[in-house]
């Protein structure tokens, strides 16, 4: 199968982003049947230096001839000052992946530069302009952290992850968590300011990787967490989290239902010229409308691709 645009699958639902290491065809080919809604095919942490430029040979020819179905097929690329950032940029724009995960950027201009060039390949190829998106992993260094809401600025992200790890070993931190598993003040202030920055960007915010895979019940627990607070996804590295963590960030029946009797109550509300109401007895306003109708959205979405 050859591709003249990106496919692409789940663009707009990410609830689970599965890490997938270049190179290993045994691992992409049980990957392809996982119920992940995007795939991130890894160049970088996953794959030793000697290595490097045969996964990239292989995830070219991964993503050439494997029709990914309903999965966004993204690849994360090696930073740009490594030996094999650009040319990662340049032979995987050439099979027009849905987007680029980029690891270790630390301001806007990182971005814009590669940005920049992308657009060249997109329009060699008749693609729009802007149509492979960038989902950054945008706090592996400190001075990211800060930089946050300036690299949303870029068109191209439409998605922001974090990382503990890279920016603990920045840190010279000793410990991530505290002895009930929770993320240390600073690592949660980290946390939160992805979160703030993704929505404030009109990006999607994506939470980190959970790393203790035999722990179910400290994912649930961080997943149901995540997206409480607002988070749309998270990324994986097992297959047995994806589950998990597919069904943190899916709507409830009962929330699909209160959300569609809180959008008829609006309408009915607002006929009689009212836009603040008592409903199940708890006022509500406009930011429980606004709420109600992203849970009719993803419920939506999931419905369609189900069909």
């Not at 990182?110 to 802007?130: K, L, R, S």
Request: charged share 25%; hydrophobic share 45%.
């Amino acid at each position: 199968m050859t591709k003249s645009q990106p496919s692409k699958g789940a663009k707009g639902l990410r609830r689970s982003l599965h890490f997938v290491p270049g190179g290993n065809d045994r691992m992409f080919e049980k990957a392809l049947a996982l119920p992940a809604d995007s795939l991130i095919l890894d160049l970088e942490d996953s794959v030793i230096p000697e290595n490097k430029e045969a996964a990239r040979e292989h995830v070219c020819h991964w993503i050439n001839e494997t029709d990914f179905g309903t999965q966004e097929c993204l690849v994360r690329i090696n930073p740009q000052d490594t030996p094999w950032g650009r040319d990662d940029l340049a032979a995987i724009m050439e099979v027009l992946p849905d987007g680029l995960v980029l690891p270790k950027v630390a301001s806007r201009a990182d971005v814009d530069v590669i940005d920049e060039m992308m657009t060249p390949v997109e329009q060699a190829h008749d693609v729009e302009a802007g149509s492979i998106s960038l989902l950054l992993i945008g706090t592996e260094v400190p001075e990211a952290v800060f930089n946050l809401p300036e690299m949303t600025k870029n068109a191209r992200v439409d998605a922001i992850t974090w990382g503990a790890e890279d920016l603990s070993g920045a840190l010279g931190a000793k410990a991530k968590r505290d002895e009930q598993g929770n993320y240390l003040e600073v690592f949660s202030y980290v946390r939160s300011t992805c979160l703030l920055s993704a929505v404030a960007g009109g990006a999607q915010p994506i939470d980190a990787v959970y790393v203790d895979i035999k722990n179910t019940a400290g994912l649930v627990r961080e997943s149901k967490m995540a997206a409480d607070m607002g988070y749309t996804g998270k990324i994986t590295i097992h297959p047995t989290q994806i589950e998990i963590v597919n069904d943190a960030f899916t709507p409830t029946d009962a929330e699909i239902s209160e959300a569609a009797e809180l959008i008829q109550a609006f309408k009915d509300q607002q006929a009689a010229g009212k836009m603040a109401f008592s409903f199940k007895g708890q006022m509500v306003d406009v930011p429980h409308l606004t709420r109600a109708r992203k849970i009719m959205a993803i419920a939506a979405h999931i419905s369609a691709l189900a069909s």
